[in-house]
């Protein structure tokens, strides 16, 4: 701030800040006023219109109202006469439409004129426009008058019947304008005036709360500038905007201020440290004299601050550390910091260990002043380390134990992996033979009695297996050998074939099982199919064992986000639920709630656990909410990844059914609410009739004018209750012809193909598949006009393969040393219509194909693994180096072994082995391995 601040600077300013603050006002006003008139000359404009076409209106109806009882023509001219002499017409006239003559005119000597031979062109313009314009208000300014026209009927009184005439009618606006314009002058005279007020009132404002305080804060600053003193805080008059600034520039006072205490205080500490501090701390110049030695040193030095401040280092401390110090005090003194140890010996008795630094004093010119020097005693820190050195020495001993006992205790992991490779190998063995004969007889025909038996016993074997299983998997995990696989498969169908055998467990016990797969976009996704499907089954069947009635429900969705990608299910059911202390404990591995559930349900304890692990690894994990009595939330979340994300939330819908009208006959069921919206993913117009009743007749007045062309029947559970629905289908005349879908429950398959037939050309399941509705739509899109019938898609599985391969039967042969198991799989194997040749070792083998007949070559082999003589790691080598012929070297061999731990398939992969197969013996796995063979056979014979 300038020493002098003169007064001729305080006048411009509080102008300059009057006028910017008064601006906006003037500003606004002026808006307002400009505004405000523009309106009222365009309201005036439209009142003056307004009027005109009342008083035409008057006219019009005093003309209809006087020339009913009379229409002669005099007595037409005598009411326009009458009618025009109100003060605002200057002109009217009443012209005949069809041949465009004045019949009647205010002005006499017009009367029986052609209206083009009177009126201008501008007028006959307007004359015309009004025909086409029937009873709408119409017309110009012309100068100070309104012309307008209009078109209505009266009587001819030549032929006495209604004819068009035009009444056109010069309206004078000045009167009128005269009142209007004076009302708005007025009102405008009032908004200005009251914007001068406004704007002198906020001047007024400005001088008292703005300008006023604004001039005694300038004041203060003026009389404080040129003053050495710290300037002294400013006075506020009010609690506004000022008060702020004023309290900031007291603010910036109030600093200063602090400042200086801060420095004043940071001098003190510094003082009081070098008093306190353990260390010994000292300044000497570049004589080597002693400027600065704190409190520390003095005492260690037994001495005080005037025996030592100027005299020579060396004559201050002990000579043998002076003798160590001196090289380094010349480097530092040279410019050069640096840090070293010394160890001397102090008073002859006690050796010592002190850690020294030494920093050269250098100014803002380079110039050095002095050397600060810190040392630091570590003789208690040395005789420290010298201790952890001995503990050191004791711990590699200890340590050698450790490593003795870990030896021991791997050892012991390897010998309990061996016997659980063992035991499964041994368990599994008998179980294929257990399972595969138990699969045999329920190929035979039985009695209910027998049937109902050998279902026990499949169901006890399965269950011994899952436990087996668990086991094998739990030990997996604890080893830490579980692998996860990361491959590209469809979600979708993987989707399907988990969820048909759950929704027959479920729908066995009268639940209902519900699936809403339709967030799962896209289908396409890369993880580890096997394990997320073994997630899901052990998630769903504990929901299923636990639930008695209501129903189980499964959500599925895909979130993408900052391109990470998270695969999330929710199983949700109504069973029996369990208290939240007891949330933790079910994942622990052999335990379930509480042990009466495990008494009453059953189970191992694992399933939860591996389902927790497995998805731990596939970088998620498994959370849960339950409400004892009520039921059980499970969410999952899994990392997976997008093999093309760009491409894939890009592809086009699997199937358009271009605005298809499809009718969804509903037993009102959430399964139902999931098809429609799946329909109308796939452009389809649905309709969704709810069925009430089976016995009474459905409402179809709304599907009249909708006429769908697709019929889906939703199809509640139960043989009796499917055929009550279908005969309701067939009874209604405008939907028994249509092509229809059935919508039934998985565990109906059995029941539904006797359905199949007529207009009935195929199934679907609840829970809904998305790629089985899709197949079903392209068959009806395929064939409209005749559909004819098709089996249920997911229905039971079909045994007989003999068609899949046409003349081109495939040989086939079985390497397997035990009997049961050839049984068992030569049992499959016939069953599907099939032939194969057994041998009961590699060494046969062997020797079966050498001298088989090359026209007639084995198409596919079946390989045990673990047989006597030679087993079947050893034989594929050999089969594979052409031992057993050079048609041979590349023939699909499959592991059909009861090795089911981790890296038994890769060890078969590795032998030559082309695909693998643990026992027991599935079914679907061989006939998975037929199939493959048939590729093998096709790619070959081309």
């Keep these: 701030m300038d020493k002098d601040f003169p007064d001729k600077n305080k006048r411009p300013i509080t102008i300059g800040i ?15 006023c400009s505004s405000l008139a523009a309106y009222f000359f365009h309201e005036t404009q439209n009142k003056i219109k307004i009027q005109a076409h009342v008083e035409l ?18 007595n037409m001219i005598r009411i326009v006469g009458v009618l025009a002499t109100q003060e605002n017409i200057a002109r009217l006239s009443v012209i005949k439409s069809s041949s465009m003559r004045i019949s009647a005119d205010s002005l006499a000597q017009y009367n029986g004129k052609l209206a083009s031979e009177v009126f201008p062109d501008q007028i006959m313009s307007l004359l015309l426009s009004s025909q086409h314009i029937n009873l709408q208000q119409s017309g110009q300014f012309i100068g100070s008058y309104l012309q307008q ?7 001819d009184p030549q032929v006495n019947r209604l004819r068009p005439y035009i009444i056109y009618l010069k309206y004078d606006k000045t009167v009128l304008e005269a009142t209007i314009k004076k009302s708005r002058d007025t009102y405008l005279l009032i908004v200005i005036s009251g914007f001068i007020l406004l704007l002198l009132i906020n001047l007024w404002i400005q001088k008292i709360v703005i300008l006023t305080p604004l001039s005694k804060m300038a004041n203060q600053l003026k009389n404080q500038s040129g003053n050495e003193a710290i300037p002294q805080p400013l006075i506020t008059f009010a609690q506004d905007e000022f008060c702020i ?31 306190i501090l353990p260390i010994h701390l000292a300044y000497i110049d570049t004589e080597q004299k002693i400027q600065f030695m704190n409190h520390h040193s003095l005492n260690w030095l037994n001495c005080d601050i005037i025996a030592v401040l100027g005299h020579d280092l060396q004559n201050i401390i002990p000579i043998n550390l002076f003798n160590i110090m001196q090289p380094y005090i010349d480097q530092a003194l040279n410019g050069e910091p640096l840090t070293f140890d010394a160890e001397f010996t102090h008073n002859n008795q006690a050796v010592l260990f002190f850690h020294i630094t030494q920093v050269p004093d250098i100014d803002v010119d380079n110039k050095i002043n002095g050397c600060f020097i810190c040392i630091e005693d570590q003789t208690q820190t040395r005789n420290n380390e010298k201790k952890i050195n001995k503990y050191a020495q004791d711990l590699e001993m200890n340590n050698w134990a450790l490593d003795d006992a870990r030896e021991k205790a791997e050892a012991t992991a390897k010998a309990k992996s061996e016997f659980l490779a063992c035991m499964s190998h041994e368990i599994r063995t008998p179980m294929n033979g257990v399972l595969g004969m138990l699969t045999l007889i329920s190929r035979t025909t039985l009695e209910k009695n027998q049937r109902h038996h050998l279902e026990m016993a499949q169901g006890s074997a399965k269950s011994l297996l899952k436990i087996i299983n668990d086991i094998l998997d739990f030990s997996k995990i604890e080893s830490g050998k579980l692998h996860i696989e990361s491959i590209e498969f469809n979600l979708q169908q993987a989707l399907d074939e988990l969820i048909q055998p759950l929704a027959i467990r479920a729908q066995g016990k009268n639940l209902e099982f519900i699936l809403d797969a339709t967030r799962i976009k896209p289908a396409e996704v890369i993880g580890d199919p096997g394990r997320i499907t073994q997630v899901l089954t052990n998630l769903i069947g504990n929901a ?57 349900y059953g189970g191992t304890g694992l399933g939860l656990s591996i389902a927790r692990n497995l998805s731990q690894l596939m970088g998620g994990g498994i959370s849960v909410t339950s409400t004892e009595d009520e039921g059980s939330h499970f969410n999952v979340d899994i990392n997976i990844q997008l093999p093309n994300l760009t491409s894939a939330l890009q592809a086009p819908s699997l199937i358009d059914l271009d605005t298809l009208p499809i009718l969804i006959l509903s037993n009102n069921s959430f399964a139902d609410n999931i098809l429609e919206s799946m329909l109308k993913a796939f452009n389809a117009s649905v309709t969704k009739l709810v069925m009430v009743n089976d016995t009474d007749p459905l409402d179809l007045s709304d599907l009249i004018n909708q006429q769908p062309k697709l019929v889906i029947l939703s199809l509640p559970i139960g043989e009796s209750f499917i055929k009550a629905k279908v005969d309701q289908l067939n009874n209604q005349p405008l939907l028994s012809q249509l092509p229809t879908l059935l919508h039934y429950h998985s565990i109906d398959a059995t029941t539904i193909n006797q359905y199949l037939k007529n207009q009935i050309y195929g199934a679907i399941t609840k829970p809904i598949s998305q790629i089985k509705l899709i197949e079903q739509l392209k068959i009806y899109n395929q064939d409209q006009s005749s559909p004819s019938n098709h089996h249920v898609s997911d229905g039971p599985n079909d045994w007989l393969l003999k068609d899949h391969f046409g003349d081109a039967q495939p040989k086939l042969l079985l390497v397997e040393d035990n009997m049961v198991n050839q049984l068992v799989a030569k049992g499959i194997i016939n069953e599907f ?96 391995a037929l199939l493959t063979s048939l590729v093998h056979m096709i790619k070959s014979d081309k």
Excluded: W
């Design 57 to 74: 209106s008057q006219i019009t109806n005093n003309l209809k109202l006087a020339l009913e009882t009379n229409s002669h023509l005099s």
């Design 544 to 600: 299923i064992k636990f639930t008695q009635q209501g129903c189980i429900t499964v959500i599925g969705k895909i979130i993408s986000e900052h391109n990470q990608h998270r695969l999330i299910f929710s199983i949700q059911d109504t069973g029996i639920g369990m208290k939240k202390e007891k949330f933790e404990n079910i994942f622990q591995p052999f335990s379930q709630a509480d042990s009466s559930t495990t008494r009453h």
């Design 18 to 32: 009057a006028f910017k603050l008064s601006l906006s006002t003037f500003l606004i006003g002026l808006l307002i």
């Design 245 to 275: 600034l004023a309290n900031s520039y007291n603010q910036s006072i109030h600093k200063q201020l602090l400042q200086k205490q801060e420095l004043e205080k940071s001098h003190r500490h510094i003082n009081n440290m070098t008093k």
């Design 833 to 928: 219509g099939l032939e194969i040749d057994i041998a009961d070792d590699g060494l046969q083998a062997l020797d079966i194909l050498s001298n088989s007949h090359s026209a007639a070559p084995y198409h596919l082999i079946f390989m045990d693994c673990q047989m006597p003589k030679l087993d079947g790691y050893q034989t594929t080598e050999k089969i594979r180096t052409g031992e057993a012929g050079e048609i041979y070297k590349t023939v699909p061999i499959v592991a059909m072994t009861a090795n089911a731990m981790v890296g038994d398939k890769e060890k078969c992969i590795a032998a030559g082995m082309d695909d693998y197969i643990s026992k027991p013996l599935d079914p679907e796995c061989i006939k998975k």
């Design 149 to 155: 026209a209009i078109q209505f009927p009266l009587i």
